[in-house]
């Protein structure tokens, strides 16, 4: 542990390391492991405080749309914060909250029309988790009470949404405070052997799933899936088949589909919902990350009428009593109404088109490199996994590549022996080219330094 004696010597990097306690990080690791201060954002990239220009390939942990200081976006909060900043949304209401829900529910077209809001990406999760819960209580149906998620799936990581995930890393040291859940195998198209689709790894998937389902399904809510890319667990995708078997088994047995499109939604995936890749419509649908562009804490669970009426009722007990302080805050729902704006006015989701054609030309180089395995894409999502053996040493392969992409200029985070970029949509043809080559040279690097 460092010891400032003299506050006005120290370094912003310094005093950070001893007053602030980063997220998913072992500290210790600062010692030999850069932490970088960032004071400014334009565009695609951020800066340092020497000006040093950093471009932003993961679009600061998924959650930036249209780069940093967007100025419609810019302008749309401070136009709100002249207005009203913020106000109970329990007994309350406004016009940015009133406007975001209409415009969701309509990007659905009205099969999920209804939207409670939260503020960070774990609570959506337990809004979703709860309301299920709560629906088969409200149905007469109390034991249908357990969940079910994928292995290798991320939620989140408070208690009810780390109970969801299988990441082993984020779970470990909490298992006891954890409720059981059944995990199912993963429909991740890296398992598909020779002569196999991502289709059949599909199939395979769901098979396993409807034993499952036919044995148990009077004990189980619902399933949570992330829908096409499981981004946390590797960035493993999966054909969009898995989603349409899983909805039929779902139905068939009376179990809630839980899509959380946290890190897929708002355009991620291609379309603007990854759900609508398979052309269903789950029970709740989560967002957060992308929808406030990545400027402020915001997050949403959607549901159907089905379940909101399963809540009207005389009795306030059968209400969804869950609240949180700044549920449904008006700067960022200004935001997010923003940035649907943008997808509108600037076309986004055709542009992208483009966008990710772009960026698999800047990565074709590494189809071909023989230490790559497992290049793929969805969207505006692309990664491939360094083979093992080509791995020197494979613990800190992650913080070598994140270091040596630093020093090439782009800010990249390598979740195990997997690289990706997930950058912001505003990235030219040239800056996408720039990243590949960039990224290349820092794998390069990493690999034999
Ligand atoms: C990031 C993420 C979450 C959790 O969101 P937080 O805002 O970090 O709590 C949940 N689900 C998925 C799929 C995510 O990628």
Redesign the pocket.
Known sequence: MKVISDLNQATLVDRSLTAVWHPCTQMKHHETFPLVAITKGQGAWLYDEQGKALLDCISS??TNLFGHSNPKINQAITQQLEKIEHVMLAGFTHPPVVELSEKLAALTEGNLGHVFYA???????EIALKMSHHFWQLSGKPEKKKFVCLEN??????LG?LAVTDVAIFRDAYGSLLQDVYTVSSPDARKAKKGESAEDVAREAAKVLEQLFATEHEHIAAIII?PLV???GQMAMHSPEYLRLVKDLCERYQIHLIA?????GCGRSGRFFACEHAGIWPDFL?L??GISGGYL?L?LCMTTDAIYRAFYSDQAKHGFLHSHSYTGNPLACSAALACLEIFETEKVLEKNIARSQDLAKAFTWAKADERIEHWRQQGMILAFDVKPSALKNANVFPREMFTKSLDEGVLIRPIGNTVYVMPPYVLSTQETEQMGQAVQRALNRALNG
Do not use: L, R
Request: net charge negative.
């Open positions: 942990w998924w503020s960070d990406g774990a609570s959506a999760v799936g991320y939620h989140g990581e408070t949404a992330e499981q981004c946390a959380d499109e946290i890190a897929v989560t957060s990350k804490p997050s």
